[in-house]
C-alpha cells in the first residue's frame, strides 16, 4: 500500500519571509515539504522551416523536422484549479500553433531552433525553460534568469 494512499491534507503556510511551503500529511505526519512546484510537457510537432543565415548552408532550403519540444513551468503556488500550467493550455498554445505548419509563415522572425524555444518560452504562463529538438543530437535550450 502506497504511502499515498490515505487521507492526505495539503496546506500552505508562512513562516517569516520564507515562501510558501506545501506540506502533504499522513495520519497527521509530515512526509514531504517542497517550496516549487513544476510542471514538463514535452510535444513532438512535424513543420517545416527555413533559415536565413549568413553563410552558404543546407538549412536555408525548406526542409522539415519532427521537432520534440520540452516546457517547463514553475510556480511556488498554485492557481485556483491546484496547477502551475494546465498541459492542455500549453499544448493548446504551442502544438496547435506549429504542428504540420511551415514555420516561416507563422513566426516573425528566423526560425531557429534557439529562437522558436525563446518564443514559446515568452507565451506559456509560468515557462522558464524550454528545449527545442530539431534532430537527435540537435537540441536548442532557452532559460529565463
Ligand atoms: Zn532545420
Known sequence: ???????????AYRIGKSPYLCTLQHDNIAIY???????????????????????????SNLHG?????????RSKELNEDGMVTD?????????????HKNLNDILPFNPTAENIACWICE??????????QESEGNTAIYEKD
Open 1 to 11: 500500500m502506497s504511502i499515498f494512499s490515505g487521507k492526505i491534507n495539503a496546506f
Open 33 to 59: 515539504n517542497i517550496n516549487m512546484y513544476t510542471v514538463i510537457k514535452r510535444l513532438e510537432i512535424s513543420a517545416a522551416h527555413q533559415l536565413s543565415l549568413s553563410y552558404p548552408s543546407k538549412c
Open 65 to 73: 523536422h519532427n521537432w520534440i519540444i520540452t516546457i517547463h513551468c
Open 87 to 99: 498541459f492542455s493550455l500549453i499544448k493548446q498554445l504551442v502544438k496547435e500553433e506549429l504542428d
Open 123 to 132: 507565451r506559456v504562463p509560468n515557462c522558464f525553460k524550454v528545449e527545442v
